[in-house]
């Protein structure tokens, strides 16, 4: 069985910073891709960021780009994100996700295994 556990969520007030950190555990398995989302109360979980590890290329939700930065070890499906520059509106739960598939980064169904989340607060 494999396990993702998300670390480094909390409170933090506009214009702070915070970073998330994934690790798997469990059985071994190869991901393609790991990435970010997030889920705001009321709302459907949405994509924040990815990184495929073959070719070491990042994407991002446009709402993300230039606040937000991926990055992460293949090697230990490990998976880390840095978030600056936060406003209220980034305010979620976010999760962890390793995909073994190859396809469209942006889709949670193609991700195989998820992480618990972890709740992310921005105070205005």
């Known amino acids: 069985q494999v396990q993702l556990v998300e670390s480094g969520g909390g409170l933090v007030q506009a214009g702070g910073s915070l970073r998330l950190s994934c690790a798997a555990s469990?059985?071994?398995?190869?991901?393609?891709?790991m990435g970010w989302f997030r889920q705001a109360p009321g709302k459907e979980r949405e994509f924040v960021a990815a990184?495929?590890?073959?070719?070491?290329?990042?994407f991002y939700a446009e709402s993300v780009k230039g606040r937000f930065a991926i990055s992460g070890d293949n090697a230990k499906n490990t998976v880390y994100v840095q978030m600056n520059s936060l406003k209220p509106e980034d305010t979620a739960v976010y999760y962890c996700?390793?995909?073994?598939?190859?396809?469209?980064?942006?889709?949670?169904?193609?991700?195989?295994?998820w992480g618990q989340g972890t709740q992310v607060t921005v105070s205005s």
């Open positions: 990184i495929r590890w073959s070719s070491g290329s990042t």
């Open positions: 469990g059985r071994i398995f190869r991901s393609i891709a």
């Open positions: 996700a390793a995909r073994t598939s190859s396809g469209s980064m942006y889709n949670s169904r193609d991700y195989a295994y």
